[in-house]
């Protein structure tokens, strides 16, 4: 329960967050869409079969990505000023996991927060090489939204 209670704060704070504002119909839109995302998330993930888990120590590391939407944003003006190569397909060492449901949930965390830029968009992971598959417009160091943006 209060395992359920910290997921519904953190989606009402991510909400806040996302936002920019603090005001009431914020908040009650927050509440609103966190439980909603409760509700519906459970029942579509057992509907599927599909256990998917986060933790909320997970979006610590949120905190990284305005700065890298901006050097995406910057990557992007570059590119469209001087387009050189279509853009390259890279795999990207990461300790994607398993099976288990905090793998998937931190694979989903982790593949919204690296895409959410116009440089680096996440087009799948493979389990057996652990390695993340990326696709970007300039090969940069920072792919993943991560300390050393590379390994989560």
Same mark, same amino acid.
């Given at each position: 329960?209060?395992?359920?209670?910290?997921?519904?704060?953190?989606?009402?704070?991510?909400?806040?967050?996302?936002?920019?504002?603090?005001?009431?119909? !914020?908040?009650?839109?927050?509440?609103?869409?966190?439980?909603?995302?409760?509700?519906?998330?459970?029942?579509?993930?057992?509907?599927?079969?599909? !256990?998917?888990?986060?933790?909320?120590?997970?979006?610590?590391?949120?905190?990284?990505?305005?700065?890298?939407?901006?050097?995406?944003?910057?990557?992007?003006?570059?590119?469209?000023?001087?387009?050189? !190569?279509?853009?390259?397909?890279?795999?990207?060492?990461?300790?994607?996991?398993?099976?288990?449901?905090?793998?998937?949930?931190?694979?989903?965390?982790?593949?919204?927060?690296?895409?959410?830029?116009?440089?680096?968009?996440?087009?799948?992971?493979?389990?057996?090489?652990?390695?993340?598959?990326?696709?970007?417009? !300039?090969?940069?160091?920072?792919?993943?939204?991560?300390?050393?943006?590379?390994?989560?």
């Amino acid at each position: 329960m209060v395992r359920t209670m910290l997921r519904w704060f953190s989606y009402v704070a991510l909400w806040l967050a996302l936002t920019a504002h603090f005001n009431r119909q !914020e908040v009650v839109a927050g509440v609103l869409v966190a439980t909603l995302v409760m509700i519906f998330g459970r029942r579509v993930s057992r509907a599927v079969g599909l !256990e998917v888990s986060f933790q909320p120590r997970w979006l610590r590391r949120l905190v990284q990505l305005p700065g890298q939407v901006s050097r995406d944003l910057v990557t992007l003006a570059r590119h469209l000023a001087h387009p050189k !190569e279509p853009g390259l397909y890279r795999a990207v060492p990461c300790r994607v996991g398993g099976t288990s449901a905090a793998d998937r949930g931190r694979r989903a965390l982790v593949t919204a927060a690296a895409s959410l830029g116009p440089d680096t968009y996440v087009l799948g992971w493979d389990l057996d090489r652990q390695v993340v598959l990326v696709h970007q417009l !300039e090969r940069s160091a920072q792919v993943l939204p991560t300390a050393d943006g590379v390994h989560p």
